[in-house]
């Protein structure tokens, strides 16, 4: 099962400064969708072709969405009933709870999904590495060639979802 949190400030006329909506979408099954033949649309500027075969793509086929702006404790107890709607009653599936590490976040999986394994988002995740490479080429004598070679390979790394074993 996947559970994604997030949460995002909006203007508002009762609190100043705005307040921060809540989503969380469950999912307990995934199913892969058919892969492109070829491209299906001609462009001009597209000459060499495809450098690599796409992709799989996939769709999130039962899912759940709730959503508050109520204080996270609320967004938390939706999820959980979104998850139990979904028939996933048993504690013995694996829980993937997919997030950009709000501290919020961290308590409500731990409230309401304690089982459950967090991952950070690609997003937050390429952010932190970006930081730990320009950390590093401070700390080394790096060049702005060797740098950006460094942040492109571990961005393409990240992204194919290879790693390298310790």
Known sequence: ?????????????????????KVAVV?????DLPMP????????SDRSGRRR??????RLARRRS???FAPSRELGKLA???ARSLGEQERTRPVVVLADGAQWIKKE???????????????????EVRHAIQTAARARPLSA?????????????LWQGEWIKP
């Open 145 to 157: 060639r060797e740098r950006d070679d460094q942040r492109y390979l571990h961005r393409c790394w």
């Open 53 to 58: 075969p796409p992709r799989p793509r996939h």
């Open 1 to 21: 099962m996947l559970v994604g949190l997030d949460g995002g400030w909006v203007c508002s006329r009762e609190q100043r400064g705005g307040m921060e909506g």
């Open 80 to 82: 959980e009933a979104a």
């Open 37 to 44: 033949a070829s491209c299906t649309t001609f462009s001009w």
């Open 66 to 68: 709730v959503a508050t």
């Open 109 to 127: 999986q731990e409230r309401h999904f304690p089982q459950a394994t967090c991952i950070l988002d690609w997003a937050h995740l390429w952010r």
């Open 27 to 31: 999912c307990s099954q995934v199913e």
